[in-house]
């Protein structure tokens, strides 16, 4: 993979700032009282303890999706900081987090597709082209090769072709 142009790394910029206010915006409506998302479960773990672990699950995905910040912006400056098992990992944690850990708004699609369907598969939708890229560069920074994406000491791409 050769240097990022400057269009492209300026959309990746414009990208990174857009799911910073998403991890933002998700934190927010999890942790912050009088959110929708935070007295669903204020009212679910008063009536069941078992709710703690769907709790759990969801405060880890929030937490996983905060710390992804971290790959996306190494991958936008083509820097590599390990350890690189660390970043794997956190990948399919991430992965199966985003699976497990979003019981609230799996109701409300529930709700959404007994109503309107299409509606519902074109939110769905929406909402995977948002996360996407996010998924697919900080897989890519997971497990690209030091060549491809420059070497441990922080290198660029570039240098780490033999380029200036």
Not at 93 to 99: G, I, N, S
Not at 110 to 137: K, N, R
Request: aromatic share 18%.
């Amino acid at each position: 993979m050769g240097a990022m142009s400057r269009v492209l790394k300026w959309s990746w910029n414009v990208y990174l700032a857009f799911f910073i206010l998403l991890v933002a915006r998700d934190a927010h409506s999890f942790f912050a009282p009088g959110t929708p998302e935070y007295l669903y479960w204020d009212i679910l773990r008063a009536f069941d303890p078992f709710f703690w672990f769907a709790y759990t699950l969801t405060s880890l995905r929030v937490a996983v999706n905060a710390v992804h910040v971290l790959p996306l912006v190494f991958y936008i400056d083509r820097r590599r900081v390990g350890p690189f098992l660390l970043w794997k990992i956190l990948f399919f944690l991430r992965l199966a987090l985003d699976v497990t850990g979003h019981p609230y708004e799996a109701k409300f699609f529930a709700s959404l597709y007994q109503q309107e369907p299409g509606l519902c598969l074109g939110a769905l939708a929406m909402a995977v082209a948002v996360y996407g890229p996010s998924w697919w560069a900080c897989g890519r920074y997971a497990f690209l090769k030091n060549s491809d994406q420059g070497d441990r000491a922080g290198t660029s791409a570039a240098t780490a072709c033999g380029r200036p």
